[in-house]
């Protein structure tokens, strides 16, 4: 059974380990672009939350509505 089981727990652990770097590129990749880009980066924080508090609200009027 432990063989078996080892060529899944390899690809597993690999899995882990790309998953690992892509997240550590997309992170780096995001501290360049705020430093190149400071105001759009403030932009685009500023409309996402003004969009993500719109849709809480809109969830939560439709909630006490009920």
Known sequence: MRRQAAPLLDS???G???LSAKAAQASDDTVNYIKHEPV???LIA???GAALM???SLFTSRRDRN
Do not use: P, Y
Request: without cysteine.
């Open 40 to 42: 759009k980066s403030m």
């Open 54 to 56: 719109a849709l809480i």
């Open 46 to 48: 500023a409309a996402t």
């Open 16 to 18: 882990s380990h790309q």
């Open 12 to 14: 597993v652990r690999d």
